[in-house]
């Protein structure tokens, strides 16, 4: 925010100076454009103005925001740029035009709050529809208008509330169409109504029914499958995660419509369905069951692998991890920083936590005998990991081709026009196509490569971390440690500072090989999947 300045009126204000006008427009809504409220109509209406007033207009004296009529000037870069030119330029007369008063704030603090930063410098400010007059009267009635424009937005939106609300509880979709459907206006009974787009129709419900039936182990494969399809476009799969969980986790694609903060509880939609509620609910269970491609802190450092790991067991947040001085040395702790939480500020000797931990890693030890399972299941997991790497490296091969055919039509453009203005451009549209293009590229492998050895080394973490967790969890990099946490548990681990870790959680390793972990082990086929053709 500019600093406050301590000019005063008259210091401004000098007789016969040149005064300059900073012109302010703000809309903040697509009809105010269209119905003449628009940005050029203010700035047209204020040039004008000012031509009448003999103010000067500079070329970079216009300042444009599009906002809703809350917030203050600290918020609107238009606001906040004028006080940066007046206090840039102390010695001038100015005065700042705007169309109407309620374009200046449609808050009365706001309103009052950028007039008083204003006044400290020495502007006033003054309007072709209202007149701002320098009384007790004056700025009665300015207070007044600002309070109405305040009324005026609060009660429009209240208005708009209602409305989206009660169209809500009667099963449409009051806002922008969910990604995959399109509006489709029905006069005759609906109005508008979301439809799937035919487009994405087959490709959405091919996606989220295999998320459900297991076709997609993890949702990062159900990305990669709407990335091959064109649903999403141009990046890698893992960008995408967050977008697939929200549709995931959304009963609109189940034909249901709710909204929990405006308490409209979960109905029956009007819109057609993608997806069945018995699918739905099948993806429910399986994000419950485990929270795949979980997000783990990634400003590791290695004097602390557990942090991002662990919760405080009495309040649910993490637990931080840091350094104190001693009076002859540093010391490492583990501590809750959730103020409410009745441990609040207890440190966890860094020492204590982690031993306590490789006690509970060596609870997800597995029988020896186990191990020819874990091969079985993890070729077939392989199997399907390098089908798909495969089709995305076609995918990515493609599109970096089709990039820089793009890039050679926009360089003939770009070469054969001699308006300077078409040239920067098309300068600029190449800049972004480079950028593309190098992404694409960074994204690919340079050269051939033999997927065996990240097999093998996949492999042997995997069975090694089954079969002594422990020892293998020293041997692995802080990064490792924290990307193979889930590996071995099925959430974050909660840590009680009066009886240590919960022990009712399970490894999920264990969950998962224990009951074939018996005698008979090496006897046991995997329903669905192929002996393995690899050699021993």
Same mark, same amino acid.
């Given at each position: ?21 900073? @012109? ?19 700035? +047209? ?63 009365? +603090? ?5 007039? +008083? ?96 039936? $297991? ?36 009963? &609109? ?26 699918? &739905? ?34 309040? $649910? ?35 204590? @936590? ?23 299941? &993890? ?36 070469? $054969? ?22 992404? +694409? ?43 193979? &946490? ?51």
């Amino acid at each position: 925010m500019p600093k406050t300045s301590k000019k005063t009126s008259s210091f401004r204000k000098t007789g016969g100076s040149t005064v300059y006008a900073l @012109i302010y427009c703000r809309v903040s809504s697509e009809r105010q454009k269209r119905e003449g409220h628009g940005l050029e109509a203010q700035e +047209a209406r204020c040039r004008e103005y000012a031509e009448k007033k003999g103010y000067v207009v500079e070329p970079e004296a216009v300042f444009k925001d599009s906002a809703s009529g809350g917030g203050d000037y600290t918020t609107r870069p238009g606001q906040v740029r004028i006080l940066e030119v007046l206090d840039t330029n102390p010695h001038r007369s100015y005065m700042v035009l705007v169309d109407e008063i309620s374009r200046l704030a449609r808050d009365a +603090a706001a309103h009052i709050g950028y007039r +008083a930063e204003l006044r400290q410098r020495g502007i006033e400010v003054e309007s072709p529809n209202f007149n701002f007059e320098d009384s007790a009267e004056g700025e009665m009635i300015e207070g007044v208008m600002a309070v109405a424009s305040q009324y005026q937005r609060r009660s429009n939106q209240r208005q708009v509330v209602q409305k989206q609300k009660a169209r809500l509880e009667a099963g449409y979709n009051a806002f922008p169409a969910k990604r995959g459907y399109l509006k489709q206006k029905d006069p005759i009974i609906h109005g508008k109504i979301d439809a799937p787009d035919p487009k994405w129709l087959d490709v959405l419900k091919e996606g989220l029914e295999g998320f459900a039936h $297991g076709k997609f182990t993890r949702k990062v494969d159900l990305c990669a499958f709407l990335v091959e399809k064109g649903f999403y476009g141009g990046k890698r799969p893992e960008k995408f995660i967050d977008n697939a969980t929200k549709m995931l986790k959304d009963p &609109f694609y189940a034909g249901f419509i709710e909204f929990p903060k405006w308490e409209v509880s979960r109905r029956k939609g009007k819109h057609q369905a993608i997806i069945s509620p018995d699918t &739905f609910e099948l993806n429910q269970k399986r994000l419950g069951k485990a929270d795949f491609n979980k997000r783990v802190r990634m400003d590791i450092n290695p004097d602390y692998p557990l942090r991002g790991l662990l919760t405080c067991d009495h309040c $649910g947040n993490h637990l931080t991890a840091g350094p104190t001085k001693g009076r002859n040395r540093i010391h490492h702790y583990y501590v809750c920083h959730h103020k409410p939480c009745p441990y609040y500020g207890k440190s966890i000797k860094k020492e204590d @936590i982690e031993d306590k931990f490789d006690e509970e890693l060596q609870k997800g030890k597995l029988k020896a005998n186990v191990g020819k399972l874990v091969r079985r299941v &993890f070729d077939a997991t392989w199997d399907v990991e390098v089908a798909n790497f495969e089709k995305r490296l076609v995918l990515m091969t493609r599109e970096k081709a089709e990039l820089e055919e793009k890039a050679k039509g926009l360089t003939e453009l770009y070469l $054969g026009t001699k308006s300077s203005k078409l040239k920067r451009v098309y300068e600029k549209q190449l800049e972004g196509l480079a950028d593309e293009i190098e992404e +694409a590229e960074e994204r690919m492998p340079g050269e051939k490569l033999d997927l065996s050895i990240p097999y093998r080394t996949a492999l042997g973490k995997a069975t090694g971390m089954l079969q002594n967790p422990q020892v293998v969890w020293h041997g692995l990099t802080t990064k490792e440690q924290q990307e193979l &946490f889930f590996f071995i548990f099925q959430e974050k681990l909660p840590y009680n500072q009066e009886t240590g870790y919960r022990t009712d959680k399970t490894p999920q390793a264990v969950m998962l090989f224990g009951e074939f972990a018996g005698p008979k082990t090496q006897d046991v086929e995997m329903v669905g999947v192929e002996p393995t053709s690899k050699t021993d």
